[in-house]
């Protein structure tokens, strides 16, 4: 929402949803350059921004601004994609029951097992899906691999690898077994 | 090996058939003895290492008791010589002022130690620039500072922080007065006796409440008590004249008066009669002799100060005249808990009634459970992680209200996809991964075109209430069949609803422009207008109302950085109040069960405590960080315990303790 500020101010521009804000006006402020953005959450909120703007433009999302780190950009793109991978997961939850898919498979040759648990469990595909992204959320927010979000350790950037090959077996499992709400 | 040895001596066994003994039989012996032999040295270790503990135990008892025999011998000295030096002072009162002492004189007989010397007079300032003088001495002789003192006192108050109940109030006046002196007392401790003579007074005060007739004085409790409680005056007296240039100590003139109001009443006609003067002279020497008579009292008494230094904290210090405090929020808050887990801005948190569990409401369209009691260890002692119990998905779109019934069973959230939700909670000690279970996600709420703001929960009618910015307000029945009981249309966009706690039939809703008013839900009008009484209506948007729980009294939160308070009861619906709360537009507000506190959260990433009788800032704290230029868009108080907990656009929550 722009606020009525900026009538009297143009160069002031309130970047707010405040309550009362209607859905279709949400996030309707003018875009902000990268350099612009001051707050420690800039980079997520370029992504949200580029991805509002189009979100069939793949390549754009995924480009990273000049002189932004690597890591920090894979970590905040994983974070987008699985707040995305969240409406997936809704329709799923319709669909998929313990009694449809008892097993996560996306062929038949692989069954994933779920890592959340200690030790991995073969849950029913819904459970995995709800599991993988509970783990995600935890692992991506956790102060113990990424205390910043501003700065990632060496260290934490194979977790990421190990999130995306997670994350990627709930697409393939919606892919295989239930098409229409792939499509 | 025996195996071994057995099967490999089995020829030589015949060859020694005249011994009893067998190869194996004897190693065998030998292993076993040895063992017995480890066995046996081990247990001796152990014992070894208890008795040295013990008798390091016992080295260290035994110094402390010989420090302790030291400092009380030291005192013992000190007061005699004290002791000496008023009897000196009398005597040359005595001379100028016979009468007023002979009343006192005839206590003096009566006491249990001989004091021959007699008492003094009307000349207050005299005997205590004597007294203060004196006491100085002693300091100065055992090398004390005024400042290390100074630390002593607060050490001692902070150590009994936690251990001190608050007494019955008839005894109040008692300890106020104990407690003073015994504060004065506390910075002395080690140096002068007084300390522990001051401990057996209070104790003495405890015994003889309030009576104190001139004929009673026979008794010697009763007529030290009198003494004591002048005493104690004339220290705290002494003790505010030495420390007058702390000005922490917060004592002026006036608290003197009163104290010694209620001394007077403590006494009775003894002190009725007798001049203020006289009162507080009492004299140094009997005070002395007292305390010489009583040093033996330490231990208990040391414990029975403390209480009274502590009640006399809180009487004196924190409320000078005002009523008392209540113990549950005068203290700071401090982060505890941060809880992160969403990927985007947390849009609204709620504590669940009788756990120590939260739930959050976020744009990355999800909703989570956290339990506070398990959280993730952690080494560093500041603030603890949070992991998410359980998640609510359901939504399509940012969640943007939350709510939770009375018995914390269920909770409802309205979102950016116009839909509100009814969900059951899952109990709070369910493993983070366990099986989905459908039947969490209840009913949804179908009504609203657009996306809903705001939700408030009545228990006492069971119902619900949306606000949406399609310009209405729906009223839902969850539980029914066919939930929607009414629809109301607003004028203008509204942002956020809250049930009149006083009077469930009404509820006050604020709008984006500015407007606040008052509707009865029975007919569906707007009952009142809350206005600003001359006909001036705030411009800026209305970000949260909510309504006190117990005063008929309504509380907006206000883009132009206000906060302003509301009367429901006048025909105008006047505005009782205005205040500029933060440096940003105030988002956010609760108010804490009992009616007492406010908490704000605005987008200057601050929240503020504000005392509702005085509508002052009593804390503020700075937590979250900015995304786009929100920051704190939720705050609330627990309903039964003593958190409070804030949500903010940089996906975190924190809960304070």
Redesign the interface.
Known sequence: MVSSGSAMDPEQV??????????ED?YK?SPQSFDEMD???AV??YIQQTIRQDFTDTETILTAPPGQDEGVWKYEQL??F??EL??L??KL?AEC??MTCSQMTATEQWIFL?A??KTPKE??A??YT??T???A??L????KYFPSRVSIKDSSVAKLGSVCRRVYRIFSHAYYHHRHIFD | MDNGDSGGNQQNKPAETKSPYSMPGILHFIQHEWSRFEMERAQWDVERAELQARIAFLQGERKGQENLKRDLIRRIKMLEFALKQESDRAKVHKLKFGTDISMEQKHNETNEESKTNEMQTTNAHMSWRHGRQLLRQYLQEVGYSETILDVRSQRVRALLGNNYEVPKPTENDNQVVNGDLSDEEDDFDEVDGFGDAEMALAEFDFLNPPDSEPDDMKLDWSVDQNKLNAMKEQFRQEKRQTKKKELKRKWTRPIKKDLQNMLDTLRGSELNRATEDVDIHIPDEELLGVFIGYTNFSCQNIIFNMLCLKTMDHDWFLTQDSTPTKESYRKTWNPKYTLRSHFDGIRAIRFLPNESSVITASEDHTMKLWNLNKPLPSKKTQALDVEPIYSFRGHSGAVLSLEIDTEGSSCFSGGLDSTVRVWSIPSVEIDAYDTYDPSVSQKILVGHTDAVWSLSYSGTRQQLLSASSDCSVRLWNPTSADPLVQTYTTDGTPTSVCFVHCDSNHVVVSHTDGKVNLYDLETGQISLVLTEGDGIISSGSINCVVSHPTMPVTMTAHDDKHIKFYDNTSDTGKLIHSMVAHLDSVTSLSVDPNGLYLLSGSHDSSIRLWNLDSKTCIQELTSHRKKFDESIYSVAFHPSATYIASAGADALAKVFV
């Open positions: 309130v970047r707010r949803n405040p309550p009362g804000t209607k859905a949400f402020w707050s420690t959450l997520q909120q974070r987008q699985c707040l969240n409406g997961a809704i939850q029951t313990p779920c959340a648990h849950c029913p819904i459970d709800r599991h992204l509970d783990g959320a935890c991506l927010n956790s102060n």
